[in-house]
């Protein structure tokens, strides 16, 4: 009844731009919280972004050069990043809580997506 999957992780140049996808179904957006986490290689799980019906938040780590937006009537959660660094490889992951209010902590979210892989070259 609910599904989290991530699209749009790619190859791109050090510099450039790319824009994830996350489709995030089993209720209305009022109701729950998406976010974004990342994982590099033998390196925990990194919280990235999260949106909510009412707020937002950015890491320290890519705030400036990443956005989170939303799309209600697609139930799509968009993760913009601009000025991308090699840094920035690693599985992105697309999660949702079933809760209105989002959370930077991992274990507070209870769908996760598959992962898709972004790769930055230097």
């Known amino acids: 009844q609910v599904q989290v999957a991530e699209s749009g992780g790619v190859l791109v140049q050090a510099g450039g731009s790319l824009k994830l996808s996350c489709a995030a179904s089993?209720?209305?957006?009022?109701?729950?919280?998406v976010g974004w986490f990342r994982q590099a290689p033998e390196k925990e799980r990194e919280f990235v972004a999260f949106?909510?019906?009412?707020?937002?938040s950015i890491a320290d780590s890519v705030e400036g050069r990443f956005t989170i937006s939303r799309d209600n009537a697609k139930s799509t959660v968009y993760l913009q990043m601009n000025s991308l660094k090699p840094e920035d490889t690693a599985v992105y992951y697309c999660?949702?809580?079933?809760?209105?209010?989002?959370?930077?902590?991992?274990?507070?979210?209870?769908?996760w997506g598959q992962g898709t892989q972004v790769t930055v070259s230097s």
């Open positions: 949106i909510s019906w009412g707020s937002f």
């Open positions: 089993g209720d209305t957006f009022r109701r729950y919280s």
């Open positions: 999660a949702r809580r079933d809760y209105p209010f989002g959370s930077n902590l991992p274990d507070e979210y209870d769908y």
